[in-house]
């Protein structure tokens, strides 16, 4: 059919607008669906609900225990809900609360009531897809709807389905409020944890913020060259990872903003480089709290072998006690306390060595 050449030629060249037109969506991504002005409203009023006033004073005395707020933000099952219903079993229930942000547009298998998530999924939940600005919005829910249900939760933890801990409750509660040397960057400032002369606690927010990415010039200008201008000039633009641990003088922060959120929340032109929930906190935090927070998380993740965008995914083999002691290492903190990414089936592996070697502080 072919074998006069020209028609051959003739044929290749017809061919290559087919074959741009299957292959154009890999290519460049278009861009997801912006949030809509429903679910922006939503928001606003729960944000200005959880920033109002209190009308009632509700900072903590000393006599009151100050408690770590559990955020789990995820689109499938909570795959390793035994162990933390192990982890959270010898907790004093006075230290903590939990709260699941589930994208209600997928079949999320509810824990049974008995455990310690059986009532824990919040109702204000709303889509997420990756790498846009909606799980910066399911964030922003899950800080309010913690800020709002419980004046003593004093740290915001942000954990994912694919997240572990890495240590006993007591050993992160111990860390995050009474330790004087777990941070190990404030070691020169004697006043950098504790209480002050009126009881209120003074802590810092572990959340990383990374000014120096080779990458970070394309994230910028994925909306458009001077988008971010003038409220965000590149040279306050950073980049971090979006679990991290906030006090709730930064949590209240992130919740008051609009400015920032504004350009945030802008669809980009080039999908395949955005990423806005590893931008908008550390650029807000480093921008209007830069004393406050440390710059670094307290979850360890590995970024050997990435694969679009996703760092390496720990199978059931990998799980060994070494495993845990190496990625409890930090040149930050005193060790890690979260870790992920582990596949499901880790689950069997990890429920072995959590006694003997996982909650063995």
């Given at each position: 059919m072919f074998s006069n050449p020209l028609i051959l030629s003739f044929s290749l060249l017809l061919s290559i607008p087919i074959l741009f037109f299957f292959l154009a969506p890999s290519l460049n991504p278009q861009p997801l669906p912006p949030i809509s002005a429903s679910d922006e409203l939503d928001d606003l009023r729960l944000f200005h609900r959880a920033t109002a006033p209190p009308s009632a004073p509700s900072h903590l005395s000393f006599s009151s225990s100050p408690k770590i707020a559990f955020l789990f933000l995820t689109n499938t099952d909570l795959h390793f809900l035994p162990l933390w219903n192990r982890f959270f079993r010898h907790a004093k229930t006075s230290l903590y609360n939990i709260y699941v942000h589930a994208d209600p547009t997928v079949n999320v298998t509810r824990p049974p009531s008995d455990t310690v998530f059986g009532d824990k999924f919040i109702p204000n939940a709303k889509r997420t897809f990756r790498a846009s600005a909606t799980l910066i919005s399911a964030t922003r829910r899950l800080l309010a709807t913690a800020i709002l249900d419980d004046p003593a939760n004093d740290y915001f933890a942000v954990v994912s389905q694919y997240c572990i801990p890495l240590h006993s409750f007591n050993y992160i509660y111990r860390s995050l409020f009474t330790s004087k040397n777990f941070d190990l960057t404030s070691k020169s400032d004697p006043d950098s944890s504790g209480l002050t002369q009126?009881?209120?606690?003074?802590?810092?927010?572990?959340?990383?913020?990374?000014?120096?990415?080779?990458?970070?010039?394309?994230?910028?200008?994925a909306r458009g060259r001077?988008?971010?201008?003038?409220?965000?000039?590149?040279?306050?633009?950073?980049?971090?990872?979006?679990?991290?641990?906030?006090?709730?003088?930064?949590?209240?922060?992130?919740?008051?903003?609009?400015?920032?959120?504004?350009?945030?929340?802008?669809?980009?032109?080039?999908?395949?480089?955005?990423?806005?929930?590893?931008?908008?906190?550390?650029?807000?935090?480093?921008?209007?709290?830069?004393?406050?927070?440390?710059?670094?998380?307290?979850?360890?993740?590995?970024?050997?072998?990435?694969?679009?965008?996703?760092?390496?995914?720990?199978?059931?083999k990998e799980v060994t006690p070494e495993l845990i002691g190496e990625l409890r290492k930090s040149n930050y903190s005193s060790s890690y306390l979260f870790a992920r990414k582990f596949s499901p089936d880790c689950l069997s592996p990890l429920m072995r060595i959590a006694d003997s070697i996982i909650f063995r502080d």
């Amino acid at each position: 059919m072919f074998s006069n050449p020209l028609i051959l030629s003739f044929s290749l060249l017809l061919s290559i607008p087919i074959l741009f037109f299957f292959l154009a969506p890999s290519l460049n991504p278009q861009p997801l669906p912006p949030i809509s002005a429903s679910d922006e409203l939503d928001d606003l009023r729960l944000f200005h609900r959880a920033t109002a006033p209190p009308s009632a004073p509700s900072h903590l005395s000393f006599s009151s225990s100050p408690k770590i707020a559990f955020l789990f933000l995820t689109n499938t099952d909570l795959h390793f809900l035994p162990l933390w219903n192990r982890f959270f079993r010898h907790a004093k229930t006075s230290l903590y609360n939990i709260y699941v942000h589930a994208d209600p547009t997928v079949n999320v298998t509810r824990p049974p009531s008995d455990t310690v998530f059986g009532d824990k999924f919040i109702p204000n939940a709303k889509r997420t897809f990756r790498a846009s600005a909606t799980l910066i919005s399911a964030t922003r829910r899950l800080l309010a709807t913690a800020i709002l249900d419980d004046p003593a939760n004093d740290y915001f933890a942000v954990v994912s389905q694919y997240c572990i801990p890495l240590h006993s409750f007591n050993y992160i509660y111990r860390s995050l409020f009474t330790s004087k040397n777990f941070d190990l960057t404030s070691k020169s400032d004697p006043d950098s944890s504790g209480l002050t002369q009126y009881g209120v606690l003074k802590h810092k927010s572990y959340i990383e913020i990374i000014s120096e990415e080779p990458r970070l010039w394309k994230r910028y200008v994925a909306r458009g060259r001077f988008v971010m201008m003038p409220e965000v000039p590149f040279e306050e633009f950073r980049a971090g990872s979006q679990f991290f641990v906030l006090t709730r003088k930064d949590a209240l922060l992130v919740l008051k903003d609009s400015t920032l959120w504004r350009k945030f929340k802008l669809p980009c032109f080039r999908a395949d480089e955005c990423y806005p929930e590893e931008h908008y906190f550390p650029t807000l935090l480093s921008m209007q709290d830069p004393n406050g927070v440390t710059g670094y998380t307290l979850t360890r993740v590995n970024w050997t072998g990435t694969v679009q965008g996703h760092p390496h995914m720990y199978k059931p083999k990998e799980v060994t006690p070494e495993l845990i002691g190496e990625l409890r290492k930090s040149n930050y903190s005193s060790s890690y306390l979260f870790a992920r990414k582990f596949s499901p089936d880790c689950l069997s592996p990890l429920m072995r060595i959590a006694d003997s070697i996982i909650f063995r502080d």
